[in-house]
């Protein structure tokens, strides 16, 4: 089965969903995604900072202020999802 034909099948099966319904769905998956790549993202830029600290230990306290702004930033990314996912959940009806 190709690309194609696959998407409309898909959209055979989505057209007889409610509104509501893909909203929920379209809201888990913002919430999903966007809590797994900020997770990943934190991880890789703490093991980073870590490593950073590692090797050179005179400028932790550098590497550790560059790493909260660098969280607040990534955490930043999940809040939007969530709002997505709220505004999903709430505006549709």
């Known amino acids: ?3 194609i034909s696959f ?3 898909l959209l055979d099966a989505t057209a007889a969903l409610e509104p509501r319904t893909m909203a929920a769905l379209g809201a888990g998956l913002a919430i999903g995604l966007g809590a797994l790549g900020s997770a990943l993202a934190m991880g890789n830029a ?3 900072a ?4 590692a090797r050179q230990p005179e400028i ?3 590497i550790q202020t560059l790493l909260l702004i ?3 930033f990534i955490e930043s990314v999940c ?8 505004i999903l959940i709430f505006a549709v009806k």
Do not use: P, Q, R
């Not at 809040?79 to 709220?86: E, H, R, T």
């Open 79 to 86: 809040i939007y999802s969530l709002v997505i996912a709220l």
């Open 50 to 53: 870590f490593e950073a600290g």
């Open 7 to 9: 998407s409309n099948v």
């Open 60 to 62: 932790f306290g550098k």
């Open 1 to 3: 089965m190709d690309l």
């Open 70 to 72: 660098a969280i607040a």
């Open 46 to 48: 703490a093991a980073h």
